[in-house]
């Protein structure tokens, strides 16, 4: 327990000092709060895939099942596997940008070719339409596996939050000292009351409802650190019903 009682409420150097350990304490005991948090929703997230395989484990290996009804409990079982492997990835992720053993390697990339590229690509994996628009010639200086991270995450997002069909815009351009890259749905939209809190770890507008979307609530915080690391910064706008607006701002270039 960090808490401490100095009852000593000079205006000298002994009463600055005093008030110093006591802010200290409380910020102590904030971050000791927030780690016994974490720890408990890791332990929640990790524990409810679990009990689901072993669930459907049992059925399959005790009753006499149609072949249909026991593909169908193996395809759960390679789901919540899948989402195991996700989450442990995520939490890696998150641990090592603790820790601030979280590698940047920084190159010259040419948004054109490279959105175009990431366009491509996840077409074809997320069934989705990308409208993409990018001002010819711009750079950015930044890890392209991270940068790639980051916009897969965020695209990954408009698409699941999105009915399907709908388009996703993808958008960059360059002001005179910043670079812009926005991701924008028309989808379901973010209340006004969640907006704050939707970078923080496992932070989820509907828990149930954005489980069965294979949401860990972990994507956007790594987002925000990523960003962050690179110097840039992350703002969302959204309206429920109507869509929502990443937009990511590297500086300086
Ligand atoms: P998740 O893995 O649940 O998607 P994220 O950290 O990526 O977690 O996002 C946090 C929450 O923010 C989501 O659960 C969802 O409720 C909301 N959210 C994120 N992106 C969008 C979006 N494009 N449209 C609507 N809601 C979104």
Redo the contacts with the bound molecule.
């Keep these: 327990d960090f808490s401490v009682s100095l009852p000593i409420t000079s205006k000298d150097e002994l009463g600055d000092l005093a008030n110093s350990i006591e802010t200290l304490a409380t910020e102590l005991s904030y971050l000791k709060e927030q780690r016994n948090e974490f720890l408990a929703s890791i332990s929640h997230e990790l524990r409810t895939p679990l009990t689901y395989i072993k669930g459907y484990a049992d059925i399959v290996s005790k009753r006499n099942l149609s072949d249909e009804e026991r593909n169908k409990y193996l395809n759960i079982i390679k789901e919540e596997t899948d989402r195991l492997t996700g989450l442990i990835k995520e939490l890696f992720d998150l641990a090592q940008m603790d820790q601030n053993t979280f590698v940047i390697e920084k190159e010259r990339i040419q948004l054109s070719p490279f959105l175009k590229k990431l366009e491509e690509k996840i077409t074809r994996a997320f069934e989705q339409e990308f409208k993409l628009s990018c001002e010819p010639n711009i750079e950015v200086i930044a890890d392209p596996v991270k940068l790639e991270q980051i916009l897969i995450?965020l695209l990954d997002?408009?698409r699941?939050?999105s009915a399907k069909g709908s388009t996703v815009k993808l958008e960059a351009w360059k002001n005179r000292n910043s670079t812009h890259i926005v991701i924008a749905?028309n989808?379901?939209?973010?209340p006004e009351k969640d907006l704050p809190y939707?970078f923080n770890r496992f932070?989820?507008?509907?828990k149930s409802r954005?489980r069965s979307?294979g949401?860990?609530?972990?994507?956007?915080?790594i987002v925000q650190e990523l960003v962050h690391a690179h110097g840039g910064e992350i703002t969302v706008t959204?309206i429920e019903h109507h869509g929502?607006r990443f937009e990511i701002i590297f500086k300086g270039e």
């Design positions: 995450n997002n408009a699941k939050y749905d989808g379901k939209g973010i939707i932070y989820r507008v509907e954005t979307l949401g860990t609530g972990l994507g956007l915080a959204s929502t």
